[in-house]
């Protein structure tokens, strides 16, 4: 279910709220693609919140065609739903369609929406994306991190070796996400920091924790006059996980100012 909505997340292309509603005032009715009818407030959410939200549209789609509009509550949606159709939103039309539609993930883990994921398209949008080319991700960046890369390689072959000659089962994908979590770490921040020094439940249960409340149905979405209900109490645990991040940014910032003037490989942060 959660990949379903991020993937929706992604997919969607959600027309803007404030402008449906001027139209509406305005009796000036946008030219929609054809959707199915649905009902006032709720719109056609009754339609989509079954386990299945994939095959839900799948099957409606079916009866009114690859790209049709769909109210979610007070939300206006447009579902492409064929790759021809996918291909128009991403590729044809992408600029038009490329910023993401409001999320609370967006506004309270992503320093609302400042980041290069959720960050709307436009100036600051296109500045992030040039300084990872250019800088973060160049491939003099990159490149500068190969040795560091193959003596991590180095220790996970040799601890595999050593775990074959002692007959002892290997969990291969967790040595694996734990390699590649090592020279991430390594890359970015400089060092390898422990599970317990991001928070006390460990960095890999928070991404985990985060991931899933940011895919969580959330009603205060669909309802923008709900959301300070916090129905489901999502935006408290949102606001307790981006205290996590932050205070595990400062420190990393902090000692990385502390530390400026030794002569440190540069990750980078520097
Ligand atoms: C990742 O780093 C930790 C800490 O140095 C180490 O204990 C662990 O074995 C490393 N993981 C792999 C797969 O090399």
Same mark, same amino acid.
């Given at each position: 279910m959660v990949s379903i909505w991020q993937v929706l997340a992604v997919i969607v292309a959600v027309l803007d709220p404030v402008q449906a509603l001027l139209n509406i005032f305005m009796k000036k009715k946008k030219k929609l693609p054809p959707g199915p009818k649905g009902f006032p407030i709720i719109g056609n959410l009754h339609m989509v919140l079954g386990k299945?939200?994939?095959?839900?549209?799948?099957?409606?789609?079916?009866?009114h065609g690859p790209i049709m509009s769909m109210q979610f509550g007070l939300v206006p949606v447009i579902i492409a739903s064929s790759p021809h159709a996918a291909e128009l939103f991403l590729k044809k039309h992408d600029i038009a369609f490329a910023s993401r539609p409001y999320n609370a993930a967006g506004q309270y883990?992503?320093?609302?929406?400042?980041?290069?994921?959720?960050?709307?398209?436009?100036?600051?949008?296109?500045?992030?994306?040039?300084?990872?080319?250019? $800088?973060? !991700?160049?491939? @003099?960046?990159?490149?500068? /991190?190969?040795?560091?890369?193959?003596?991590?390689?180095?220790?996970?072959?040799?601890?595999?070796?050593?775990?074959?000659?002692?007959?002892?089962?290997?969990?291969?994908?967790?040595?694996?996400?734990?390699?590649?979590?090592?020279?991430?770490?390594l890359m970015v921040l400089g060092k390898k920091y422990m599970e317990e020094e991001f928070d006390e439940r460990g960095f890999k249960n928070i991404m985990e924790e985060t991931v899933v409340i940011a895919a969580s149905r959330n009603i205060g979405e669909f309802f923008p006059f709900l959301s300070v209900f916090d129905l489901h109490g999502i935006i408290a645990?949102? $606001?307790? !996980?981006?205290? @996590?991040?932050?205070?595990? /940014?400062?420190?990393?910032?902090?000692?990385?100012?502390q530390s400026k003037d030794q002569k440190k490989a540069k990750d980078i942060i520097y």
């Open positions: 299945n939200l994939h095959q839900a549209l799948h099957h409606i789609a079916k009866k883990i992503a320093y609302d929406h400042r980041d290069i994921v959720f960050g709307k398209y436009g100036p600051h949008w296109r500045n992030m994306r040039k300084l990872c080319t250019i $800088k973060l !991700l160049s491939n @003099i960046k990159i490149n500068s /991190f190969r040795s560091m890369r193959k003596q991590e390689l180095g220790i996970f072959v040799n601890s595999l070796k050593q775990a074959a000659s002692n007959h002892i089962e290997v969990d291969l994908s967790a040595e694996l996400a734990s390699l590649s979590a090592n020279m991430s770490c645990r949102m $606001k307790e !996980l981006a205290k @996590i991040f932050d205070d595990f /940014f400062e420190k990393v910032i902090d000692e990385h100012v």
